[in-house]
């Protein structure tokens, strides 16, 4: 089973911008739909993004999706202290009704 | 606002079988087009979809676990389960529970489990 590749980590400083990668190939991404999810420790994951670049009601709007081809990214504007989280594409499968692949992961750091 | 929690042992012997419910509260589990859905995180390692089940019991499971995984829906407790057959180490893993509305996505989580497969 494939995976999607995501940088392990990346880190900015309050209020800068951070990018997010998530790359795929066409039999995923580059057919199916993009969500992105935040992961805290021994909190329960959230949706950030859905449908490639939709923010669910409540996501702040410094968070936003796109999709081109076979890649993915999420942006993450105005860094706050606590976007200090981990963060994983998924590309879904409408035949599975679940994700077929996530990503492998992106550490963000708040310096 | 809705809520999902995993429960189930923490620890399992290898070969034998994982049995996790993942209760599902503020809200009915009995929804058309809506999917209940189990995902795993082994540590180190990114996330894995295990399978979706549908309220009237309409399944789909990744194929490669297909041969291992059995998941069922109670309505009346609102609850919804997962079984891994003859575990190994390999399925140690922080277990989630999730919900898959109307969109192709995942809406509400609960906070994990996790299981350790050891003798």
């Known amino acids: 089973q494939s995976v999607l590749t995501q940088p392990p980590s990346a880190s900015g400083t309050p209020g800068q911008r951070v990018t997010i990668s998530c790359s795929g190939s066409s039999s995923d991404i580059g057919s199916n739909t993009v969500n992105w999810y935040q992961l805290l420790p021994g909190t329960a994951p959230k949706l950030l993004i859905h449908r490639n670049n939709q923010r669910p009601s409540g996501v702040p709007d410094r968070f936003s999706g796109s999709k081109s081809g076979t890649s993915a990214s999420l942006a993450i504007s105005g860094l706050q202290s606590e976007d200090e989280a981990d963060y994983y594409c998924a590309a879904w499968d409408d035949s599975l009704n679940g994700p077929r692949v996530f990503g492998t992961g992106t550490k963000v750091t708040v310096l | 606002q809705l809520q999902l929690q995993e429960s189930g042992p923490g620890l399992v012997k290898p070969s034998e079988t994982l049995s996790l419910t993942c209760s599902v509260s503020?809200?009915?589990?009995?929804?058309?087009?809506?999917?209940w859905v189990w995902i795993r995180q082994p540590p180190g390692k990114e996330l894995e979809w295990i399978g979706s089940?549908?309220?009237?019991?309409?399944?789909y499971y990744n194929p490669s676990l297909k041969s291992r995984v059995t998941m069922s829906v109670d309505t009346s407790k609102n609850q919804f389960s997962l079984k891994l057959d003859s575990v190994t180490d390999a399925d140690t893993a922080v277990y989630y529970c999730?919900?898959?509305?109307?969109?192709?996505?995942?809406?509400?989580w609960g906070q994990g489990t996790l299981v350790t497969v050891s003798s």
């Open positions: 089940i549908s309220y009237s019991g309409t399944t």
């Open positions: 999730a919900r898959k509305p109307s969109n192709p996505c995942l809406d509400y």
């Open positions: 503020g809200g009915s589990i009995a929804i058309n087009n809506y999917f």
